[in-house]
């Protein structure tokens, strides 16, 4: 009889043991809504993402054209040189798409502004 009680206390034992490591597992997972996509996009992905309108002025850096923004501060390369050569030394508006990971805008259009 006392070992039929110890082999039940170690099943138990071994059992609640289980159960805590599965609840600890468990919380360390983030909560998935059933309502999202499992796959991500990244939100960088030029492919995907919307064009968007930047503004500066065009000048050249290390031999390039790029856009500077006053306002931040940044200069974004510009994928299309041959747009931007008319525009240079002047306040534009350019419509493109921004790639994060090499700051250079794939321009779609560039427009003086007044």
Same mark, same amino acid.
């Given at each position: 009889?006392?070992?039929?009680?110890?082999?039940?206390?170690?099943?138990?034992?071994?059992?609640?043991?289980?159960?805590?490591?599965?609840?600890?597992?468990?919380?360390?997972?983030?909560?998935?809504?059933?309502?999202?996509?499992?796959?991500?996009?990244?939100?960088?992905?030029?492919?995907?993402?919307? *064009? %968007? /309108? &930047?503004? @500066?002025?065009? !000048? =050249?850096?290390? +031999? #390039?054209?790029? $856009?500077?923004?006053?306002?931040?501060?940044?200069?974004?390369?510009?994928?299309?040189?041959?747009? *931007? %050569? /008319? &525009?240079? @030394?002047?306040? !534009? =508006?350019?419509? +493109? #798409?921004?790639? $994060?990971?090499?700051?250079?805008?794939?321009?779609?259009?560039?427009?003086?502004?007044?």
């Amino acid at each position: 009889m006392k070992k039929s009680v110890l082999r039940l206390a170690i099943v138990l034992a071994f059992a609640a043991g289980m159960a805590a490591v599965s609840v600890q597992a468990n919380s360390q997972q983030p909560a998935r809504d059933s309502q999202q996509p499992t796959a991500v996009q990244p939100q960088n992905d030029v492919q995907t993402q919307d *064009a %968007k /309108p &930047f503004s @500066g002025t065009i !000048v =050249k850096e290390k +031999g #390039k054209f790029v $856009l500077k923004d006053p306002a931040t501060k940044m200069s974004y390369q510009l994928d299309d040189q041959d747009k *931007a %050569k /008319p &525009f240079e @030394g002047k306040q !534009v =508006k350019v419509v +493109g #798409k921004l790639d $994060l990971d090499t700051n250079l805008i794939h321009v779609e259009n560039i427009e003086a502004v007044s």
